[in-house]
Every structure is written in structure tokens, then in C-alpha cells.
């Protein structure tokens, strides 16, 4: 399998911009569909956008318009794009397949705050 590997999370303050990178060991247009999925403690991860492998996509309602998803086949990275963030927005980052079928990694956190 391929194994995927987030990073690029920080500290943003409400309305700025992130970029998460998720590199892949490995082709990643062996795989058909990534998503970026997040989590908060004591609920269940959710979700957040889908990338196939042509570039269709599919967003959250509560990112739609401020998140875009993206990748780059050449150099093996999925990329999600984060603007006009939100407290709310804050939780650990995860990528994998979609449906999710890897061992989850241990993904990047993502802070919005002042």
C-alpha cells in the first residue's frame, strides 16, 4: 500500500490561510480517490473533502467555498488549500483513500485562533 503522510498545520487566525500537503510513498495515481478528513476530541473524524484521480472533487457544506482540494500526480502530493478559516476549523488533519482503507497516520493540527 501507499502511505500517505500530512503536514503543513499550524497556528491561523480567524479569515487566513493554510495549505496541508499529503505526500505519498508511492504513486499517488494509484489512488482513485483521496480525501482529507478531520477530527476534534470526542467526536468522530469527519470527512472534509475528495479528490479522484482526474480532479473531480467533493467538499464539506461547512468548508465549501473556503477549502479546495487539489494534487499534483507528478510529485506524489495531495494538497487541501484553507481560506477564511474558522475556530471551528480547528482539528487534526488527516488524508487517506476514500473510502478510508490505511491505517490512519498521525495526521497535522490545524489551530485557528487568536
Known amino acids: 500500500q501507499v502511505q500517505l503522510v500530512e503536514s503543513g498545520g499550524g497556528l491561523v487566525q480567524p479569515g487566513g490561510s493554510l495549505i496541508l500537503s499529503c505526500a505519498a510513498a508511492?504513486?499517488?495515481?494509484?489512488?482513485?480517490?483521496i480525501g482529507w478528513y478531520r477530527q476534534t476530541p470526542g467526536r468522530q473524524r469527519e470527512m472534509v473533502a475528495l479528490?479522484?484521480?482526474?480532479?473531480?472533487?467533493k467538499y464539506a457544506d461547512s468548508v465549501l467555498v473556503r477549502f479546495t482540494i487539489y494534487r499534483d500526480n507528478a510529485k506524489n502530493t495531495v494538497y487541501l488549500q484553507m481560506s477564511s478559516q474558522k475556530p471551528e476549523d480547528t482539528a487534526v488533519y488527516y488524508c487517506?483513500?476514500?473510502?478510508?482503507?490505511?491505517?490512519w497516520g498521525q495526521g497535522t493540527q490545524v489551530t485557528v485562533s487568536l
Open positions: 487517506n483513500s476514500a473510502p478510508p482503507a490505511r491505517p
Open positions: 508511492g504513486s499517488v495515481s494509484r489512488i482513485w480517490i
Open positions: 479528490i479522484t484521480t482526474v480532479g473531480g472533487s
